[in-house]
């Protein structure tokens, strides 16, 4: 099918809030967390609703001979961009399913031990708990403080950890709670020597940092093209190692499953597969907006307003600046905050200052976590500094 559309966008994209006409954001509120959901742009969803028309037309033709050579081919666009082979790449709903089909592949058995550190994904803890228990191993939490100091300090935090059973290492690339860019090639080596594999959690990644997941060198890699690559939401990647592509088999098996990894991914039963579809539309998109220079813009953007922050509220940032991406996560351990107070200045942000920002703890400390993309400029920080002590005042006096 020809996806293109005549609305394809010129290179002097615009850029700040004229860039929200590009999306369905609506104006108000301010959006400062593209993280959490991404946020799709508007000529993407045309994609996606040809495709739907498309694929209506005749599903019988599209199931049984478009798909399957549809999804090959895009597996070749992710490699190149990505690394690796297009046969090394599967696409997956999101990170969770990939992290859990990893987890279901792993071959973990009784004694053995999974680690991790605090910062890790809490859905993907949960996930690893569960599986653990079932092949009667058992998960290392790692600690590691909320403010980190350097790459070493991550690194030998979590080589301290690994002992004679550790079998599995899982390790986020860019962490959820704290936005902290992980030294994961480093970490890979460290875990290697050990002959530990490694799973990479990267759902932030895709289009946010560079990525070449081959120089990392882990065992499993997985991304999100739906946060930072602007893909429909549902269009999770997983990259395996080829030495681990024969025991790689989805959480959901079905008709594809004995035939090998790629036909097991692609095959899992009849699904909305129109995410995936428009994954080289929406790496149009991302390109005609710069590409690199967007990461690096955005990248610039969240260091800016992270200092601006930082000294308007008396906050800390958690990591050093050479740890961070286009999220930076502030935080303080005011007196009397709990989770309830954190929600409770999140809402108040959203409903008397207009401004969506995720509020929250990490352990004992009062988070807050701002995402910069193409639509966000240094007033919104501006905006977001004015509100912060009012909404707190007001989570206390609610
Ligand atoms: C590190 C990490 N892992 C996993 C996820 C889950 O992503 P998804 O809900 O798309 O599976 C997230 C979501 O933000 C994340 O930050």
Same mark, same amino acid.
């Given at each position: 099918m020809n996806n293109r559309s005549p609305s394809d966008l010129s290179p002097n994209a615009p850029e700040g809030h004229a860039a929200l006409a590009l999306f369905q954001l609506a104006p108000d509120p301010i959006h400062l967390n593209h993280g959490s959901y991404g946020a799709v742009p508007k000529i993407v969803r045309e994609a996606q609703d040809r495709w739907r028309a498309h694929i209506e037309s005749n599903p019988t033709e599209f199931f049984r001979n478009e798909l399957p050579a549809e999804l090959r081919r895009l597996a070749g666009v992710v490699a190149q961009r =990505?690394?690796? @082979?297009?046969?090394?790449w599967v696409f997956c709903e999101n990170a969770t399913a990939a992290v859990n089909s990893v987890l279901a592949s792993s071959g973990l058995r009784e004694g053995d031990e999974i680690v991790t550190t605090s910062h890790v994904y809490g859905a993907v803890l949960k996930a690893m708990r569960i599986w653990a228990e079932r092949f009667g191993a058992k998960v290392v939490v790692v600690p590691i403080p &909320?403010?980190?100091?350097s790459e070493e300090q991550v690194v030998q935090a979590i080589a301290r950890s =690994?002992?004679? $059973?550790? @079998?599995l290492l899982i390790v986020d690339h860019i962490t959820s709670a704290t936005a902290i860019v992980f030294p994961v090639a480093q970490i890979v080596s460290a875990a290697h020597a050990r002959d530990i594999a490694v799973l990479i959690d990267g759902a932030h990644v895709p289009g946010h940092l560079p990525l070449d997941v081959e120089a990392i060198g882990a065992d499993w890699y997985t991304g999100n093209a +739906? @946060?930072?690559? =602007? &893909?429909? $939401?549902?269009c999770g990647l997983l990259w395996t190692a080829p030495q681990h592509q024969t025991r790689t088999l989805p959480v959901v098996l079905s +008709?594809? &499953?004995?035939?090998g990894y790629t036909q097991a991914f692609d095959w899992i039963g009849t699904r909305d597969a129109t995410a995936w579809l428009c994954l080289e539309e929406a790496v149009r998109f991302y390109d005609a907006l710069g590409g690199e220079s967007l990461m690096a813009r955005n990248r610039k953007l969240a260091a800016t307003a992270g200092e601006l922050l930082a000294q308007r509220l008396g906050l800390q940032i958690t990591a050093p600046a050479a740890m961070r991406g286009a999220m930076t996560c502030l935080t303080s351990r005011p007196s009397s905050m709990n989770g309830a107070r954190a929600s409770s200045a999140m809402r108040h942000l959203r409903e008397c200052c207009s401004a969506v920002v995720p509020v929250y703890l990490f352990e004992d400390a009062l988070c807050i976590r701002i995402s910069a993309q193409i639509y966000n400029e240094v007033a919104d920080y501006e905006t977001l500094a004015k509100a912060f002590p009012i909404a707190m005042q007001q989570s206390l006096d609610s």
């Open positions: =990505f690394g690796g @082979k297009p046969g090394d &909320a403010i980190v100091e =690994f002992s004679d $059973r550790t @079998k +739906h @946060k930072w690559l =602007f &893909a429909p $939401r549902g +008709h594809g &499953a004995p035939a």
